[in-house]
């Protein structure tokens, strides 16, 4: 295991000077699909391993550890002196200053400061082998669909921009090596190291074509997740100076056996604080809003296998040090909070990456919600949304990627009658729009766990208010959600054109939709084998979330959803159908799209959602949400820090 696991960690930071340094389209190519092939199975393989050594958690120091350590302070060193550079390079020098205060903050404590206990640095458990799963088998699949999707955007879509797929496909890889260092490390100094990799690389990709607007969203995504920094260097300062450990799970002990001291929670108070940043919850949201600019394959990874997958992973990491507390509070609230808020503003917006952003955003909101709660249905219904968001967004992200390449538009009302025009690529954005609100998929029976468990909240007011965010974000998802499919269903008066989309993004889409499928027909079996004993571990009692009744219904109804459709295109494919002139106010022309007006003026019928701007637009809505959701952890930490001196 400690092999496989040094390979995971290593292998992809050493890949990515492959597609780093090779100028050979095809040769470079190659030597993608087979990393991600590597990752893939490397991945897959420690799962299987893992299960069949009997899923013991395991504790272990990696081969030269001391080696690692070395690697890790001055990483962090080189990390500070790349921002500082490229922050004056594009003057903006104050936002250096993060990463100068937090790196050398650090740096000091480990050369000057007593060191702590000497503690093991690798953890392996449930949620660990979920984590590598999701980014090695989706993140794998983005980085193929990252090879025909780059080809095009460049070759035919983008011919005006300098062509560095190259440093594109290499960052792809640094984000699998971090995120695989992050999700199996002990030790904060290590987690701390592998997180800012991951804010500088997604700074790299957000700005990758170099616009005033490209540059401008990166540093803010750069500022943003440097904030979260920051308050990992307060809990790595904490304890050293304090607790004598910087062991992540060793402070979460401490935390919960010293719950009425304060002390202990300041440290968790802080991590809860970097995982909001880099989970983009409200008032950090802008960076992920921003993150539209890149290319649509780093969008799928910053919003499904890396970065807001590093901050809902630490997060239910620490969720049992955050029960019935300040910290669980603020988590809690301000996740509730931006579920419904964000769904909100997603109805306000026709963009379709936009809409996936804010949907990525809510969706986040609700697990941060759950492990901000702190109890057993929550976890298991958080851990089940980071599984099923994961899939379907990186689904969804492609897709709307592939349609703007071959339609030129990614707006949702240029995507009418799409089931006509391009019947596969429609197919794979219903699946996925389907898989965020429809039964008997994964989001819906997680909202369903999360809301029972919120009923038995012990706080009244927390109760109340994270019921009714439950309820009415639920009720805004369905209605955006709602809106797109029925464009995709309609009929269009547009001609069919030649599909850009490239066999092997087609590929990776078509495989994330088998896997959304399996997840439901495997639940009852992940739910027994992977979430029940994952809840076990932290917190020593399981508890049936989903009665064996309801996941009966789950598979009949899936059924429906895949099977009955079918039959019914069977049915109907080979009839003739009379098509019918609808009245549109005026004489028809011939068809449904064109009709004379009562002045004689020639007329096209055009079909537009509600967007409700009005009332949930972003210059309504955006504003409020930040100061609210400021107020709320301001707040909190006050109380929490507060309460310690």
Known sequence: MEMLVTALICLPFLWAILPAVLKVTKVRSFFVYLGCAIVMALSVTTAVLWFAQGSQTLDFNLPFNGVFDEIVLFG??????????????????????????????????????????????????????????????????????????????????????????SFFLAMIFVFFGAMFGLVTAQSL???????????????????????????????????????????????????????????????????????????????????????????????????????????????????????????????????????DNYVGNMVALVGGFTFLAASCLAISVSDGKKVLAYSTISNLGLIVACAGAGYEETIWAAVFLVIFHAVTKSMLFQCVGAIENTTGSRDVEDMQ???????????????????????????????????????????????????????FGSATTMFY???????????????????????????SMFFHAAMMVLLILGFPWLSNNVLKPLTYDMFSTVKQVISYENITIMIVLLVGVFVIPFINYLFSKNQKGKQVITYMGGANAGDNFNFVSATGDPKQMHISNFYMEDIMGEKK?????????????????????GGAF
């Open 76 to 165: 962090d060193l080189f990390l500070m002196c790349l921002i500082t550079y490229l922050c004056f390079k594009w003057k903006k020098a104050i936002i250096s200053l993060l990463a100068i205060v937090q790196t050398l903050f650090v740096a000091g404590l480990e050369f000057f400061a007593t060191a702590p206990e000497e503690t093991l640095t690798i953890h392996i458990d449930y949620l660990t082998i979920i984590m590598i799963l999701i980014i090695g088998v989706v993140g794998s699949l983005i980085g193929i669909y990252a090879v025909g999707y780059m080809h095009g955007y460049h070759i035919h879509h983008h011919k005006e921009l300098p062509d560095h797929r």
């Open 189 to 323: 100094i290590w987690i701390y190291f592998f997180w800012e990799i991951t804010s500088v690389t997604s700074f790299l990709l957000i700005g990758y074509t170099h616009s005033q607007e490209a540059i401008d969203n990166s540093f803010k995504a750069l500022w943003m997740n440097l904030l979260g920094g920051c308050g990992i260097a307060v809990a790595i300062g904490i304890g050293y100076l304090s607790l004598n450990t910087v062991n992540l799970y060793k402070i979460i002990d401490l935390a919960i056996a010293h719950h009425t001291n304060m002390l202990y929670l300041i440290p968790i108070a802080f991590l809860a604080f970097a995982a909001l940043t880099k989970s983009a919850q409200f008032p950090f949201s802008g960076w992920l809003l921003g993150a539209m600019v890149a290319p649509t394959p780093s969008s799928a990874l910053l919003h499904s296998a890396t970065m807001v997958k590093a901050g809902v992973y630490m997060l239910i990491r620490i969720s049992t040090a955050m029960a």
């Open 417 to 471: 009658g799409l089931i006509s025009l391009f019947p596969k690529l429609a197919c794979v954005l219903m699946i996925g729009i389907a898989g965020m609100f429809l039964a008997p998929f994964g989001m819906l029976i997680s909202k369903w766990a999360a809301l029972k468990s919120f009923i038995d909240e012990k706080s009244v007011l927390v109760s109340t208010l994270m019921v009714l965010f439950v309820c």
């Open 481 to 507: 959600w709602t809106k797109w499919m029925s464009k995709i269903l309609g009929q269009s008066g547009k001609e069919k054109s030649r599909d850009l989309t490239k066999n092997n993004e087609y590929v």
């Open 621 to 641: 809505l955006f504003t409020p949400s930040l100061i609210i959701s400021t107020v709320i952890i301001v707040v909190y930490l006050i109380m929490v820090v």
